[in-house]
């Protein structure tokens, strides 16, 4: 099986355009058009992955954690990263990462850690920003529904669990043909025309806006296509950072870390103790997310789960909430579920295994 056909499907599952800005998530080494005889998904690329995978015979690392995030300057043998770029090519395994758009989206990272906490209904904790556009677009009244079919086989007009939402209005457009035009209505040279238009409205999600456009421009009969593209101010309420979800029961505070302790399978939870005694609402954030603290307490969290929190950032949920710092491997532990169940399902009959080497850096010594 062809890398690229591999991407595809996990581009489908997570679309990059929704990756961070500072992060660096897609194929990192490899060639799109390598034949793959079997992935291994890892939380991180180490040696010791890259020797697992070669052992199991697969030429393919699908790694939530990109390994590489700035320029190298040279290839060799001085970091550990150098080391398995060098190692990676040398063996002929490429590396694909699946960061920070597998955090955003609302069947990732965040989706089996609230699974696994038996959190419900689990919904995005900071909804992203900057990622809609309205699309609207002039066609003459006989086109309107070729235009608006092409639009919505794109996949525009989709919002939550609603597809193929348009609005339309109706109005006239006026144009002149210059000479040189090639004009669908009029003639070349000829007068002004008045026509019966209707203006077509739907939203576009980011990662989609080529397609879209491509596909709107294909069926639109004009030369010329007038259309607006406007960002939106508004946010995705399924794409994100972080979820929020209820516990089925208020629990007690030693019951809950009793939870979390058993669904991560962790000897350690750093935490802080609120005033209350009692937990059921619960945001999460899997990584490091000690930046949302501020939007679990606005969303009223009884406690805040997450990975990486320094000691001033646990001052910072005074005596509002449980902040229950898991580590960051711990809390992305499952990810590497979530990947190999997905890839299973997409690629039945292909050898997709998860990672036996633990690649967390952090032991804990009790
Ligand atoms: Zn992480």
């Not at 490899?30 to 005889?37: F, Y």
């Not at 609207?136 to 939402?165: H, T, W």
């Not at 409205?201 to 010329?224: G, T």
Request: net charge negative.
């Amino acid at each position: 099986m062809q890398l690229q056909h591999i991407i595809w499907h996990l581009e489908h599952l997570a679309p990059p355009a929704y990756q961070e800005s500072y992060d660096n998530s897609g194929l990192q080494v490899g060639l799109p058009e390598a034949e793959i005889s079997g992935v291994l998904v890892a939380l991180d690329v180490t040696e010791q992955v890259l020797d697992e995978a070669e052992a199991r015979g697969a030429n393919l690392i699908v790694m939530h954690h990109p390994l590489l995030f700035k320029g190298l300057k040279r290839i060799s043998n001085a970091t550990a990263i150098e080391r398995i770029v060098w190692k990676a090519i040398q063996k002929n395994i490429a590396l694909y990462a699946i960061h920070t758009n597998l955090d955003n989206m609302m069947q990732g990272v965040n989706a089996i850690l609230a699974r696994k906490l038996g959190l419900q209904p689990p919904q995005i904790l900071v909804p992203q920003a900057d990622v809609l556009s309205k699309l609207q677009v002039y066609v003459p009244e006989p086109a309107a529904a070729a235009v608006l079919e092409a639009l919505f086989n794109a996949g525009a007009g989709q919002i939550g669990s609603y597809a193929e939402c348009s609005y339309r209005q109706s109005g006239t457009g006026t144009f002149r043909p210059l000479p040189e035009a090639h004009p669908a209505i009029g003639t070349a040279g000829g007068p002004r025309e008045n026509l019966p238009e209707l203006n077509l409205q739907v939203l576009v999600p980011r990662h989609l806006e080529q397609a879209v456009i491509a596909a709107m421009k294909a069926a639109h009969p004009y030369e010329e296509v007038a259309y607006d593209l406007i960002r939106l101010a508004n946010t995705h309420p399924y794409q994100g950072a972080g979820m929020i979800g209820m516990l089925p029961e208020p629990e007690a505070i030693p019951q809950f870390l009793e939870r979390v302790k058993k669904a991560l399978d962790t000897g350690c939870i750093r935490y802080t103790r609120p005033g209350h005694t009692t937990i059921q609402k619960v945001a999460i954030c899997g990584g490091a997310g000690a930046s949302f603290l501020k939007a679990a307490l606005r969303a009223g969290a009884d406690a805040y789960l997450t990975g990486d929190f320094k000691y001033h950032e646990f001052f910072d949920g005074e005596d509002r909430i449980l902040i229950a710092d898991v580590g960051h491997w711990e809390s992305e532990q499952h990810t590497t579920e979530l990947l190999v169940d997905y890839l299973r399902q997409k690629l039945p009959n292909f050898a997709v295994h998860p990672a036996g080497s633990i690649t967390n850096p952090v032991h804990y010594f009790h």
